[in-house]
């Protein structure tokens, strides 16, 4: 054979990447559009929780995970831990606007047309991260590489502390169980 072996194909598509960045740009991301969410809801009648939509995602990433040979129920729990960590974000700034007015939206984003398509936009993304991933989040090594990765994140996107607490909210089933 010949050595070294031409390179076909990216490492990431064989899911031998270690760097956890992808998926916790991502999930910082998708943490970020709670506060499009948030106003979008706020002061409507539209609750922070929408256990149909919710229902909808988790069946739609299991079909997904399935065609990408992923394990439908780790996938689905990464995604649930997103939509916990959503709400988290939106109950914290229903709380801060309650609190000061001052700091409410001034707009109301289209839940529809616009903040529900950018966040399936992000499914699509961690679907194909995750896929990229699917090596080094099965490693002992995940945890650690994760949480350096995810504080990387945060710092670069500046979340403050209601964000940083839902990003840790995020992560908990990124690393495959052991
Ligand atoms: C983001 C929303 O709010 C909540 C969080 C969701 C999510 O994180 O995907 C989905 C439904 C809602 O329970 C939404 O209504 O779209």
Same mark, same amino acid.
Do not use: M
């Given at each position: ?7 076909? !194909?990216?490492?990431?598509? !064989? ?6 960045s ?7 991301? +998708? ?18 929780? %929408? ?11 299991r ?13 689905? =729990?990464v995604? #649930? %831990?997103?939509?916990?960590? *959503? ?8 709380? $801060?606007?309650?609190? *000061? ?6 707009? +109301? ?5 616009e903040? $529900?398509? =950018? ?5 699509t ?19 650690? $590489? ?11 996107? #500046?979340? %403050? ?18």
């Open positions: 054979a010949e050595w070294p072996a031409p390179v076909h !194909h990216t490492a990431a598509a !064989h899911g031998l990447t270690s760097d956890l992808s998926v916790t740009e991502l999930l910082a991301q +998708r943490l970020l559009l709670a506060d499009k969410v948030a106003a979008a809801k706020y002061g409507t009648d539209t609750p922070i929780d %929408d256990p149909e939509r919710e229902a909808r995602i988790l069946d739609d990433v079909a997904r995970a399935a065609g990408l040979g992923l394990d439908p129920d780790a996938v689905a =729990a995604f #649930r %831990d997103q939509i916990e960590a *959503n709400k988290l974000v939106q109950r914290g700034l229903y709380a $801060r606007w309650d609190a *000061n007015p001052g700091e409410r939206p001034t707009e +109301r984003p289209d839940l529809a047309k903040v $529900r398509p =950018a966040l399936d936009r992000i499914t993304q961690l679907l194909a991260a995750l896929d990229d991933t699917e090596r080094a989040r099965s490693l002992p090594s995940c945890g650690p $590489r994760l949480a350096t990765a995810a504080g990387w994140s945060a710092y670069t996107h #500046r979340l %403050d502390g209601l964000h940083l607490k839902g990003l840790g909210r995020a992560l908990p089933s990124v690393c495959a169980a052991p």
